[in-house]
């Protein structure tokens, strides 16, 4: 069965880190772009931090870079998620995906959301005191 896993959510005080987990089933991840993204209630949902296949390529959106850290160990199948300096904004449900992008395709391209590919079923991520 083809499957993403996210896992590592939870609630945690303003200022505070949690390291999100997206490990695959049924495929190898090394054969994909991977993209983390988040739905916070009423607002859409929107690319947070994407990294390329071999790893050696990211992209963050404005509102996460230099708090958040994405990174993957396709030995393990997974994709991580480190997030520090959390802030109440950041409350959401954060979901990881797997694409396949076409040769050359810059990675942030992976962070707009598009058909096909393969979606988790989402972590919720709650920041308040």
């Known amino acids: 069965q083809v499957q993403l896993v996210e896992s590592g959510g939870g609630l945690v005080q303003p200022g505070g880190s949690l390291r999100l987990s997206c490990a695959a089933s049924g495929f190898t991840l090394d054969e994909y772009a991977i993209g983390w993204f988040r739905q916070a209630p009423g607002k859409e949902r929107e690319g947070v931090s994407c990294?390329?296949?071999?790893?050696?390529?990211?992209f963050y959106a404005d509102s996460v870079k230099g708090r958040f850290t994405i990174s993957r160990d396709n030995a393990k199948n997974t994709v991580y998620l480190q997030m520090n300096s959390l802030k109440p904004e950041d409350t959401a449900v954060y979901y990881c995906?797997?694409?396949?992008?076409?040769?050359?395709?810059?990675?942030?391209?992976?962070?707009?959301?598009?058909?096909?590919?393969?979606w988790g079923q989402g972590t919720q991520v709650t920041v308040s005191v």
């Open positions: 995906a797997a694409r396949t992008l076409r040769w050359a395709t810059p990675v942030q391209a992976m962070c707009v959301i598009a058909p096909g590919g393969y």
């Open positions: 990294i390329s296949m071999s790893g050696d390529s990211t």
